[in-house]
């Protein structure tokens, strides 16, 4: 490969990255701290640096592989993912859901590779192809989606399930699709709404009801609301207890989370983990991490609209969807503004599987960057010339 200027490299996404996954090691292990694990203990923190390795890993070896080398390889990416959604059904639920098969020690879960594998088919479908410009043309990469989707619903895990119809938007505007054809689908997915709640469990439907439910914060030393009310509250409550600096007192006095009577919060370190990066760095980390996603989201969509090639165009905007979906998700659901769903933050949230494939995602994006035409056409989808030898 011919020296690759440093002009294309996407410093924003690599650093924003970087950042992400740093500060998520010092919410984590913060929690660690809250928890009482001990130093000597290996403690949630001290294995997320051993994922952040491989996720490093993950981002330099795709980065490093030519993208036509994933073209290739979409398909059978697509099939494997789905052979694995369908096996996590082989093995015991975990905790009442069907996410995840055992590789001894380490727990593989399929879902946050399918990601990837369905964004990658999409890719290629649509790379090379007008049919899509047609409402008939959008159902086969709708059906590209639907299939992992519902499987995945079937788990359960609602909250991975709503960031793939995002991705599949954002794919098929940068492919080129008609507005008014992405507009009536929207308004039948709409329409569909009804059916879907009837066809979620009980559990699912009160997480959806206890948003329009909840009660504004009390004292600590009240009790807080039963049922699925409960995260919530305690993570509002823990977001306000982190103030103007959070217990690091970034603007001096800190005020530790164990001295307001060491409120517990459930799943601090996953699905709850930007509530330990508000108690840690108070408003200054919150917005920090909010303004990271936006630079992260941001260089993805500009590697994008510089692409040449239609595979790297709609492979870079679907990893932006990605990441964006996911952060809206998560952050607004800390607050109450979003049902419950059990949703990761990416590059932030304890879990090797997610930061993994969050790493693999980077190093797509990279590799596009660096190795794609670096042109701007003025068609949002230009079958053009391919990458870079």
Known sequence: MSRIPLSRFPWAVA?????????????????????????????????????????????????????????SLALPAFAAAVGLLILVYAFPPRNGSRRWIPLGPVLLQPSEFAKLAVLLALARYLSHRRGHRTVVGLIPPFLLTVVPVGLILKEPDLGTSLVFLPMLGAVLIASGARGSHLAAAAVLGLACLPALWIGMSAEQRSRVTAVFTQRPLSALGEPAPRGDGYHLHRSKQVLALGGAGGSAGLFGGGDALEDRGGLQL???????????????????????????FGT???????????????????????????????????????VGLMPITGLALPLVSYGGSSLVACGAA????????????????????????RFDR
Do not use: Y
């Open 15 to 71: 650093l924003s990255a970087a950042a992400l996954a740093a500060i998520g090691l010092l919410a984590i292990g913060r929690g660690d701290d809250l928890a009482g694990v001990s130093p000597e203990a290996v403690g949630f923190a001290a294995k997320q640096r051993v994922w952040a390795a491989f996720a490093a890993i993950a981002c330099a070896a795709v980065a490093a592989a030519p993208p036509r080398a994933f073209k």
């Open 266 to 292: 459930p799943a601090a370190r996953t699905d709850f983990v930007f509530c330990l990066v508000a108690e840690r760095f108070g408003l200054p980390g919150t917005l920090g991490v909010l303004a990271l």
């Open 296 to 334: 992260l989201v941001g260089g993805c969509l500009r590697v994008a609209a510089r692409c040449g090639d239609p595979f790297g165009r709609l492979t870079a905007a679907g990893v932006g969807a990605l990441f964006g979906t996911q952060a809206v998700i998560n952050t607004a659901m800390t």
């Open 362 to 385: 980077v190093g797509l994006v990279i590799g596009v960057a660096v190795r794609g035409r670096v042109e701007v056409r003025p068609d949002p989808l230009h079958f053009g010339p």
